[in-house]
C-alpha cells in the first residue's frame, strides 16, 4: 500500500510557476506510475501528466501545452510537477494517484492524496 501526500499548491497570479510535489510513503514506491490530475468546481477530474516506474513521462498536451514537467526522484519517493506560465483555467485541486498500470485513466489509479489547491488569479 502506498500513502500520497501533495504539497506546493498556492494563489498565483497569470504568468508564474509553481512546484506541487507528491510523496509517497510506504512498500515500493518505484513500482508504482504516478499520475497527476485535477478537479476545477463543477468538473470531472482530469488527467494533467503521469510517469512511469522508468521514469517516462506522458502528458495530457491538449492541456499542459508543454508548460508543465513532471519528474521522479525514486530516492526520495516524490513526484514533483513543474508548472509554468499558470493561466486562470489552471485553477483546479491537484491530486496525485499511484498505479500499477499508469496511463490518463483516473480509474485505474488504486491510491490518492488528498489534493492541493492550484489558484491562480490577478
Known amino acids: 500500500q502506498v500513502q500520497l501526500v501533495e504539497s506546493g499548491g498556492g494563489l498565483v497570479q497569470p504568468g508564474a510557476s509553481l512546484r506541487l510535489s507528491c510523496t509517497a510513503t510506504g512498500r515500493a514506491f518505484s513500482s508504482y506510475a504516478i499520475g497527476w490530475f485535477r478537479q476545477a468546481p463543477g468538473k470531472e477530474r482530469e488527467f494533467v501528466a503521469t510517469i512511469t516506474t522508468a521514469s517516462t513521462p506522458s502528458y495530457n498536451l491538449g492541456l499542459v501545452k508543454y508548460r508543465f514537467t513532471i519528474s521522479r526522484d525514486n530516492a526520495d519517493n516524490t513526484v514533483s510537477l513543474q508548472m509554468n506560465n499558470l493561466q486562470p483555467d489552471d485553477t483546479a485541486i491537484y491530486y496525485c494517484?499511484?498505479?500499477?498500470?499508469?496511463?490518463?485513466?483516473?480509474?485505474?489509479?488504486?491510491?490518492w492524496g488528498q489534493g492541493t489547491q492550484v489558484t491562480v488569479s490577478s
Open positions: 494517484g499511484a498505479s500499477l498500470r499508469g496511463g490518463g485513466n483516473h480509474a485505474s489509479y488504486a491510491y
